[in-house]
Each structure stands twice: as structure tokens, then as C-alpha cells.
């Protein structure tokens, strides 16, 4: 099995920034993409940040210019810089990660367990 862990949420004025990290622990083989989804209240979750192992990024429309991704693949880590924060980026911020695990060698979507993110206006 792999565990993600977030950390670095919390709340925030609108114009502030914001760190998100995500470490990846576990049976890990390896990982492929690494992301960050949020879902707001009465909202679906969706993607905000996506990552390669190689490096390559994918953002939302809504936080391109704002928001950067980053991994360290010998830590199996991601995190998540926002900058310029808005109101409307309030919600619950997931990590996810697809990888691979020693417990049963089968690629397995896996999440983090979520942190909040309020900005206030």
C-alpha cells in the first residue's frame, strides 16, 4: 500500500500564498503522475495541478499563472505553490498519486486524505 500526506493547508487573505505538500510513503515501487485535485462544497472534485515523472505539467484554466507544481522523485514528493489566492479557491485540496506497491505490483490510484484551503476576501 502507499500512504499520501498532506500538509500545508489553512487559511489565507485573498492575495496571499499558499504551500501545499504531499509525501508519498509506503511499499512504493515506483510512482507515474502526481497531482492535486480540490473540491468545494457541493461542487466534484476536479483537477487543479498534474505533474509527470518526467516533469511535464498540466494546470486548470482557473489556476494557470497563479498556481505551481513541483516533484521530487527521489522523495516521492509534490507540492502545490499558490500564489494569488481568491475566494473561490477555497475548498478541500487532495493529493493523488499513480504508483505502484510492493503489497500487490498493480498500478493503483491512491489519495491523500485532503486539507483545507479558505480565503478569505
Known amino acids: 500500500q502507499v500512504q499520501l500526506v498532506e500538509s500545508g493547508g489553512g487559511l489565507v487573505q485573498a492575495g496571499g500564498s499558499l504551500r501545499l505538500s504531499c509525501a508519498a510513503s509506503g511499499s512504493v515501487i515506483t510512482i507515474n503522475d502526481m497531482g492535486w485535485y480540490r473540491q468545494a462544497p457541493g461542487q466534484q472534485r476536479e483537477l487543479v495541478a498534474a505533474i509527470t515523472s518526467g516533469g511535464s505539467t498540466t494546470y486548470a484554466d482557473s489556476v494557470k499563472g497563479r498556481f505551481t507544481i513541483a516533484r521530487d522523485n527521489a522523495k516521492n514528493t509534490v507540492d502545490l505553490q499558490m500564489n494569488s489566492l481568491k475566494p473561490e479557491d477555497t475548498a478541500v485540496y487532495y493529493c493523488?498519486?499513480?504508483?505502484?506497491?510492493?503489497?500487490?505490483?498493480?498500478?493503483?490510484?491512491?489519495w491523500g486524505q485532503g486539507t483545507q484551503v479558505t480565503v478569505s476576501s
Open positions: 493523488n498519486a499513480q504508483a505502484k506497491a510492493y503489497s500487490d505490483y498493480r498500478w493503483r490510484n491512491y
